[in-house]
């Protein structure tokens, strides 16, 4: 193995998604003024955590599971059957889940269309 190959450094990347609601409530643009109401979303995870070794590490399929398991189980709401994320942001979900799993990175983004991407 040459040097350069010895530098490099491999991150996994685990993608899940989750089914919620969540609101604005500090919105103040007129134009999106709506968004301080509760509304529904696809939140799409994209997580990606620095691996050692390039033999199963950290197996991808199974972090996607913890993600969506630790999500379901902290916020899911029996009576609606989604996960009730209240006022928090693709941002605040982002730094949570970064914290919980030890991640290099996490994007939360609504619907496939627009999010955030925040880094350790």
């Known amino acids: 193995m040459n040097t350069r190959s010895k530098m490099r450094k491999t991150y996994v990347i685990a993608r899940t998604q989750v089914e919620g609601i969540h609101r ?10 709506y968004l301080t ?14 691996v050692v070794h390039h033999d199963r590490d ?32 693709c941002e605040m979900l982002a730094n ?12 939360v983004n609504e619907d496939g269309e627009g999010g955030a991407i925040v880094y350790a």
């Open 24 to 33: 604005w409530d500090g919105c103040d643009i007129s134009e999106v003024k």
């Open 37 to 50: 109401l509760d509304h529904r979303h696809m939140f799409h995870i994209h997580a990606q955590v620095e």
């Open 58 to 89: 950290v197996e991808f399929i199974q972090l996607g599971h913890k993600i969506k398991n630790y999500l379901t189980n902290k916020y899911w709401d029996n009576q609606y059957q989604v996960a009730m994320f209240n006022s928090m942001s």
């Open 96 to 107: 949570e889940l970064i914290d919980e799993f030890d991640l290099y990175s996490c994007e």
